[in-house]
């Protein structure tokens, strides 16, 4: 069961979200301390646990006509685990929060429980934001954001204006990736019934639309100051990665699985170079 459940929560993408919290985090405060490793953690595993497992219990039926699902971009979990898996979400994660919202600013409670909320609300009833073109990138993309925001509010409430081009840049980020992402799953979304930004606006329209929103997301990190325009320049990635299916139908639409797995393991080249660059940036070598 336990292995299930962490199969369910998707370990390749955890450091999505546990990543932005501590680089938040470490450009606010500059240390190391229990609440970056704290914080760290939940959004490494509880955070994903409740989000995919949310989404799996509920996206079922879809799920189990989607070739895709069953390997490291989402476990079919058979219904007798469902129940199982939604206590796990509630267990590993109210109580971590709890020592989060204790330990932060209102600032930092107030963008947590939007996160939460968005958690649920993406695949939950009676909200299904998912289910809802546009808003299901919007939301989506807040998984990714807010644990950023989380980061930065935690110990200090203000926040420059160089952070909210980031954190705009990384929301688009955001957006752009699930856009491409729904793509592939145009086919079994609406066999399973399921709306989305893709099923919505058409295979093509939405790459296309990823792609753009790669390209802006890219520019305005290029803008800043360094490691800003690090990130940038590695954003340019994402684009060309996307731009290969500019052309894509709907009938061709779950080809485009073969840019989400690059995109996968870029995230991984993408995050340790930004990483580093933001280390280096506030702890230069002596």
């Known amino acids: 069961m336990i292995r299930a459940i962490l199969a369910a929560s998707r370990p390749i993408s955890?450091?999505?979200?546990?990543?932005?919290?501590?680089?938040?985090y470490l450009l606010d405060t500059s240390r190391f301390d229990w609440l970056l490793l704290f914080g760290f953690i939940f959004f490494l595993v509880p955070y994903n646990i409740a989000m995919y497992g949310i989404n799996d219990v509920f996206d079922y039926e879809s799920d189990i006509r989607n070739p895709r699902k069953g390997g490291i971009e989402g476990a079919v979990l058979p219904k007798s685990l469902h129940r199982p898996l939604l206590v796990a979400a509630g267990v590993t994660t109210l109580p971590l929060a709890l020592i989060l919202y204790a330990s932060g600013t209102t600032f930092s409670a107030v963008w947590l429980t939007i996160a939460l909320f968005a958690v649920y609300a993406?695949?939950?009833?009676?909200?299904?934001?998912?289910?809802?073109?546009?808003?299901?990138?919007?939301?989506?993309?807040?998984?990714?954001?807010?644990?950023?925001?989380?980061?930065?509010?935690?110990?200090d409430p203000s926040v420059g204006p160089r952070f909210w081009l980031a954190v705009a840049a990384f929301f688009l980020w955001g957006m752009s990736s699930h856009a491409l992402g729904a793509v592939q799953d145009?086919?079994?979304?609406?066999?399973?019934?399921l709306k989305s930004i893709a099923t919505g606006l058409g295979a093509r329209l939405t790459t296309r639309l990823a792609c753009a929103g790669y390209l802006i997301s890219a520019v305005i990190c290029i803008a800043l100051p360094?490691?800003?325009?690090?990130?940038?320049?590695?954003?340019?990635?994402y684009a060309a990665n996307t731009a290969r299916f500019l052309d894509v139908t709907d009938e061709t639409s779950a080809e485009v699985n073969r840019a989400w797995r690059v995109f996968l393991w870029l995230n991984f080249a993408t995050g340790g170079v930004i990483t580093v660059a933001v280390l280096?940036?506030?702890?230069?070598?002596q």
């Not at 009833?125 to 919007?138: G, M, Q, T, Y």
């Not at 145009?186 to 019934?193: I, L, P, T």
């Not at 280096?280 to 070598?285: A, D, R, Y």
């Open 14 to 24: 955890w450091v999505n979200t546990a990543v932005p919290f501590a680089l938040a």
């Open 186 to 193: 145009v086919v079994a979304d609406r066999e399973g019934g």
């Open 280 to 285: 280096f940036f506030l702890f230069p070598p």
């Open 122 to 155: 993406y695949s939950a009833p009676p909200f299904r934001f998912k289910e809802v073109p546009v808003l299901d990138s919007v939301t989506s993309s807040s998984h990714f954001a807010l644990p950023a925001l989380v980061g930065a509010t935690i110990t």
């Open 226 to 237: 360094f490691p800003g325009w690090v990130v940038g320049l590695l954003g340019l990635g």
